[in-house]
């Protein structure tokens, strides 16, 4: 079995949910010698989380951001972790039910996804910096 790990960085992106499939898949190529395995994706950020769901129709994006920011809204009484403004909290919460992580099926050096799938950068941050992630891939 192989492993390869890689840790990268991306850009900074607006608050909202933001196909990364294509650039995780340029991000580590290793990929392609792997024919049946596994790729974790892990985000390093308590702020910000990853999900898979639909790559085709940009509004479901749309949707993602509107539906958790009623589920989860800013400027509630009962926080207490303000500090960093009012998306502070509300984007702790949203990773928390989002998640830090996703694993994808390899198969025949390539991402097993569904048709209609990619993954997400889930950015709950008005202003984030970049996001890190671990990328591991394993596999024969």
Same mark, same amino acid.
């Given at each position: 079995?192989?492993?390869?790990?890689k840790? @990268?960085?991306l850009? %900074?992106? =607006?608050?909202?949910?933001?196909?990364i499939? $294509?650039? #995780?898949?340029?991000?580590? +190529? /290793?990929?392609?010698?792997i024919?049946?395995?596994?790729?974790?994706?892990?985000?390093?950020?308590t702020?910000?989380?990853?999900? @898979?769901?639909?790559? %085709?129709? =940009?509004?479901?994006?749309?949707d993602?951001? $509107?539906? #958790?920011?009623?589920m989860? +809204? /800013?400027?509630?009484?009962?926080?207490?972790?303000?500090?960093?403004?009012?998306?502070?909290?509300p984007?702790?919460?949203?990773?928390?039910?989002?998640?830090?992580?996703?694993?994808?099926?390899?198969?025949n050096g390539?991402?097993?996804?569904?048709?209609?799938?990619?993954?997400?950068?889930?950015?709950?941050?008005?202003?984030?910096?970049?996001?890190?992630?671990?990328?591991?891939a394993?596999?024969?």
């Open positions: 079995m192989e492993f390869y790990q840790e @990268i960085k850009d %900074a992106c =607006p608050r909202g949910f933001h196909l499939t $294509s650039y #995780i898949i340029s991000a580590i +190529p /290793e990929i392609s010698s024919k049946i395995g596994q790729l974790q994706v892990f985000i390093k950020h702020s910000a989380s990853l999900t @898979i769901n639909e790559n %085709a129709d =940009p509004t479901v994006r749309l993602f951001e $509107s539906h #958790i920011n009623l989860v +809204p /800013e400027n509630q009484s009962y926080y207490k972790h303000t500090f960093e403004g009012p998306d502070d909290m984007a702790h919460i949203k990773s928390s039910l989002m998640g830090t992580s996703v694993q994808i099926p390899i198969t390539r991402l097993n996804l569904g048709i209609w799938q990619g993954i997400y950068l889930c950015e709950h941050r008005n202003k984030a910096a970049g996001r890190n992630l671990v990328l591991t394993f596999g024969n």
